[in-house]
């Protein structure tokens, strides 16, 4: 069965850069998650689209911001880097009329240096 | 304000004995309960997950769980642990906003 796709799934920035994460969905899922998790702590929730719309936000920094595309996909795009920010970032898509069922893709390990 | 409380950070069990991992949450309403499992460096899977209906849910990999109202749990079982099943597990309860609020995770360790 087909599942999230996130890529990169490794990416070294230095400190004051910007990188871009991006998430495929799985096909026929209309709404996607970010989550950020750091070192030894749970997922935390970001930001999240529903039909392209942003449906609700979370903890994210002014720094970050993120779309959802006409096909569903999703960039999360992240400026002034921090060390802080070095964590692992997942996108989680979720089905039709069952938003709480989400599914999470491998995630992005972020190395900020 | 939703959020999920794991007790144990760490449980180690010996292969073939049995597993359960505890889960308490709090949340106004009924909640939208889950189970994910990550091995280290990997992605989140989905384990198993309670909506509504019958309050013992059965999962993936021989796990289930049993929704208890009154104790505002969510335990995790596995009758027989598997060396393989070593990772960490997190409990995670639906958000306001379809958001999953997770709990803090445990470790588990399986010795042979």
């Known amino acids: 069965a087909a599942g999230v796709i996130q890529s990169p799934r490794h990416l070294i920035k230095e400190k004051r850069e910007t990188a871009t994460l991006k998430c495929y969905p799985i096909?026929?899922?209309?709404?996607v998650y970010w989550y950020q998790q750091g070192p030894g702590q749970d997922p935390q929730f970001l930001i999240s689209?529903?039909?392209?719309?942003?449906?609700d936000k979370g903890s994210i920094p002014d720094r970050f911001s993120a779309q959802q595309f006409s096909d569903y996909h999703s960039e999360l795009n992240m400026s002034s880097l921090e060390l802080g920010d070095s964590a692992l970032y997942f996108c989680?898509?979720?089905?039709?009329?069952?938003?709480?069922?989400?599914?999470f893709g491998p995630g992005t390990r972020l190395t900020v240096t | 304000a939703q959020s999920v409380t794991q007790p144990d950070i760490h449980i180690t069990v010996s292969e073939g004995a049995s597993l359960e991992l505890r889960c308490n949450y709090s949340?106004?309403?009924?909640?939208?309960l889950f189970w994910y499992v990550q091995s280290p460096g990997q992605g989140l899977q989905l384990l198993l997950k309670?909506?509504?209906?019958?309050?013992l849910v059965q999962g993936i990999k021989g796990f289930e769980a049993e929704f208890k109202r009154s104790q505002s749990s969510f335990n995790l079982r596995k009758p027989s642990v598997h060396w393989s099943d070593a990772a960490e597990y997190f409990c995670?309860?639906?958000?306001?906003?379809?958001?999953?609020?997770f709990g803090a995770g445990t470790i588990l360790r399986v010795k042979s």
């Open positions: 989680a898509s979720s089905p039709q009329g069952s938003s709480y069922e989400q599914y």
């Open positions: 096909p026929r899922h209309d709404t």
């Open positions: 689209f529903y039909e392209k719309m942003q449906s």
């Open positions: 949340y106004g309403a009924t909640p939208y």
């Open positions: 309670y909506f509504s209906g019958d309050t």
């Open positions: 995670a309860v639906g958000a306001r906003g379809n958001k999953l609020v």
